[in-house]
């Protein structure tokens, strides 16, 4: 049964750079992978990595397969299908309601146990998000099946207090992580992804 680990988050929070880093992290681990991405642009990986399989997907290292949503979730994820992919990461498009990606994969039968929701705080943009963006970061932390705390390296232990009690404050029963990029998957990213992935009804 494949998994699907949707990566959600406002535009420039680090989705590609995560989904890039777990990709590599699969690829290391032997899982079969495949992502799905806006553009294939943004994953800035040089084109002699790169073998392309047709329309709108290419293959990367470690036989992770890529694709865009060019063509639309539903018709990718058939795409896909050929490829036996034990976990597919989806970066919806920017400004979609995560909620919208988890109905169209449930309406595709794959059931919820089976999806996971990563979403990523920006901890150097909190102020914005809260000043303008409430609503959606009330609903995205409510969606969320894991909240990652991100590029913790560039701001103060007390802007990671604030970020954690923001989501507390919105769900305080969501798992949290503290990330940084020099550091994604440490042992506490790798043990959820791996929990996730091993988790009963394969
Ligand atoms: N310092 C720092 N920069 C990050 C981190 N994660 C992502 N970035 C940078 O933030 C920018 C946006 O990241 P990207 O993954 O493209 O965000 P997306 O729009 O959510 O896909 C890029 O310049 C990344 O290199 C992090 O943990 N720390
Ligand atoms: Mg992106």
Not at 35 to 45: H, S
Not at 105 to 131: G, P, Q, S
Not at 165 to 188: G, M, W
């Amino acid at each position: 049964m494949t998994k699907v680990l949707l990566v959600s988050g406002f535009l420039g929070s680090g989705k590609t750079t995560l989904i890039k880093s777990l990709a590599e992290y699969f690829s290391a681990n032997n899982v079969k992978s495949a992502l799905i991405i806006n553009e294939i642009g943004e994953i800035g990986i040089d084109n002699k990595y790169m073998k392309r399989l047709g329309y709108n997907l290419w293959e990367l290292f470690g036989g992770c397969i890529c694709c865009t949503l060019a063509s639309g979730l539903v018709d990718t994820m058939e795409q896909l299908k050929e490829y036996e992919p034990e976990v597919v990461m989806i970066e919806p498009s920017g400004g979609a309601d995560p909620k919208t990606t988890i109905d169209a994969l449930v309406d595709m039968d794959i059931e919820r146990k089976d999806i996971v929701n990563f979403f990523l705080l920006d901890t150097t943009r909190l102020e914005m998000f809260m000043a303008v963006l409430q609503p959606l970061l009330q609903s995205s932390i409510n969606e969320a099946d894991v909240v990652l705390i991100n590029k913790t390296e560039l701001t103060e232990e007390n802007t990671f207090h604030e970020a954690l009690r923001i989501v507390r404050e919105i769900k305080p029963e969501v798992p949290t992580v503290k990330t940084r990029r020099d550091n994604l998957i440490d042992e506490e990213m790798a043990g959820l992804v791996n929990k996730f992935l091993t988790k009963e009804g394969d």
